[in-house]
């Protein structure tokens, strides 16, 4: 039984996995229109493979391209839930990337949180970090930026130790009086 279940999960991520190159090809040959549809029944047909995934996700830049921030966030939440582990910060980050895009700066800082939190590399971790602080700030929500650039200060080999030292330098200088 389990050597058949073994063989049901493996043809399921081939048939993904070949869904999915048939998507993308008539994505970069410029058919939105066809990928999109064949991306939909994939992230439908194979729920929890790597190809849906990864479907999702393009899934979800179309929508953005669009100008369906909206769409793309909803679909790209949905397809959390299924996700594989190793996809789960990309998808937050895509997420967070939605509501960026779409001006609502506090709400793309918990998603970049979100992504830090799920991040698989210290330095992924990091940079989803920075990202959020960059958010929390434009956001105005300069304490939450500052808490957050005041702990990457303190990682010597990070990869945004340089530039979190630029950031507490900006948020605590005060303005000069003539």
């Not at 990928?35 to 990864?54: I, M």
């Not at 991040?119 to 940079?127: G, L, R, S």
């Amino acid at each position: 039984i389990y050597a058949f279940w073994q063989q049901s999960v493996r043809l399921k991520n081939e048939r993904a996995e070949a869904a999915l190159a048939t998507a993308q090809g008539a994505f970069y040959s410029g058919n939105t229109t066809l990928a999109k549809s064949d991306l939909e029944k994939l992230v439908g047909r194979y729920p929890g493979t790597a190809g849906s995934t990864q479907a999702g996700l393009l899934l979800g830049q179309i929508m953005y391209g669009e100008g369906k921030y909206d769409d793309g966030i909803g679909s790209l939440t949905s397809l959390l839930g299924s996700a594989p582990s190793q996809f789960k910060s990309s998808i937050e980050e895509l997420i967070a990337a939605g509501y960026a895009d779409s001006n609502r700066a506090a709400d793309a800082a918990e998603h970049f949180m979100k992504a830090a939190a799920l991040a698989p590399f210290a330095a992924d971790e990091q940079m989803y970090q920075a990202d959020a602080a960059r958010m929390y700030r434009a956001a105005g929500k300069v304490d939450e930026a500052r808490a957050i650039w005041a702990e990457l200060v303190k990682i010597p080999d990070s990869p945004v130790m340089t530039e979190a030292k630029v950031r507490m330098g900006e948020i605590d200088a005060k303005v000069a009086t003539p």
